[in-house]
């Protein structure tokens, strides 16, 4: 029998314990994670329930549909979950599962990569509790990046929503300004992100750091630009998550100098999208499927 395990497929780390590892690695396919498994997902030009749960042992079995596995689970179907669009850890499946299970929530988590348009990915303007600096998206209307959006039931919402407050903040995209196409041609009529409340860390020439990166590389950059973190969390990429994983104060003080040394860019293009609290249903106002599949 095939093992899919997150430990035998690589998938196992969870940056909020590693944080130099961080963003963790990502699924590449879709998938359904079942707290310590991450099973396949069979692509099909359908809607997301109706996909199959690959068998990896029966290659003549397309395997049950996405929609009766969860509810052999016990779980919330597609049509009841929310999609969520990932831009840092929250597409690591070890992450995910760390952040629900040590709750006591059932992981059972469908993870599909998805094509998204007009988003980029950079650094937040803060100091994470893990000591990290941690991705979050940014309006960039050439941008198209597959990014992972995990399908997640409201209790698992909720538990998100707890980790990442008040540092990040949840707004709704809509799909016609944010153009979100799945790996079967479907698209999304909009999903939820996370956006830093802390804004986003500028490069040396005043655009954007690129995010999802090397996070020691980046600790480094950081930490050679300026004199003051060197001296508050040098002098290397290890010390600076010891110590800030360590100390509120320090982290709150890093955070700190990142605005003094001019590096932060306010976030203002998703607040017309906010909303902390209003439900959205999967595939909401679509036209039919056939209408909606592209080549």
């Known amino acids: 029998m095939t093992d899919r395990s997150l430990a035998a497929l690589g998938l196992d780390g969870v940056p909020a314990k590693e944080p130099l ?32 749960v690959v068998d990896q042992d029966q290659d003549q079995d397309p395997g049950q549909s996405l929609d009766d596995v969860l509810g052999e689970l016990g779980q919330a179907p597609t049509g009841r979950r929310h999609p969520v669009i990932s831009v840092g850890s929250n ?5 995910v ?6 709750l006591g929530i059932p992981a059972a988590v469908p993870m599909v990569p998805v094509r998204v348009r007009g988003i980029g990915v950079g650094c937040s303007g803060h100091i ?8 979050t998206p940014y309006v960039d209307e050439g941008a198209e990046t597959v990014l992972v959006v995990t399908w997640l039931d409201s209790t698992q919402l909720k538990a998100v929503d707890d980790t990442e407050f008040p540092d990040y903040r949840r707004a709704i995209l809509p799909g016609d300004a944010f153009r979100m196409t799945m790996p079967s041609g479907e698209r999304l009529s909009g999903a939820y992100i996370y956006f830093s409340a802390h804004g986003v860390l500028a490069g040396p020439d005043g655009t954007p750091r690129p995010g999802g990166g090397d996070q020691a590389e980046l600790l480094g950059d950081l930490l050679a630009a300026s004199a003051r973190l060197r001296e508050l969390l040098g002098p290397d990429p290890r010390t600076w998550v010891a110590r800030a994983g360590a100390d509120r104060s320090l982290r709150e003080e890093g955070t700190a100098v990142f605005g003094r040394e001019g590096w932060v860019l306010p976030q203002t293009d998703f607040l017309p999208y906010l909303d902390d609290s209003a439900e959205l249903r999967l595939y909401d106002d679509l036209p039919p499927l056939g209408d909606s599949l592209r080549s």
Not at 91 to 95: F, K, L, N, T
Not at 97 to 102: A, F, I, M, N
Not at 128 to 135: D, I, R
């Open 21 to 52: 590892t961080y963003p963790g690695r990502p699924t590449t396919e879709p998938s359904l994670l079942t707290g310590a498994e991450l099973l396949t997902l069979g692509v099909r030009p359908r809607r997301l329930g109706e996909w199959p």
């Open 128 to 135: 994470s509790p893990a000591g990290y600096v941690a991705g």
């Open 97 to 102: 599962s760390h952040k629900l299970t040590r």
């Open 91 to 95: 597409a690591s499946p070890g992450q």
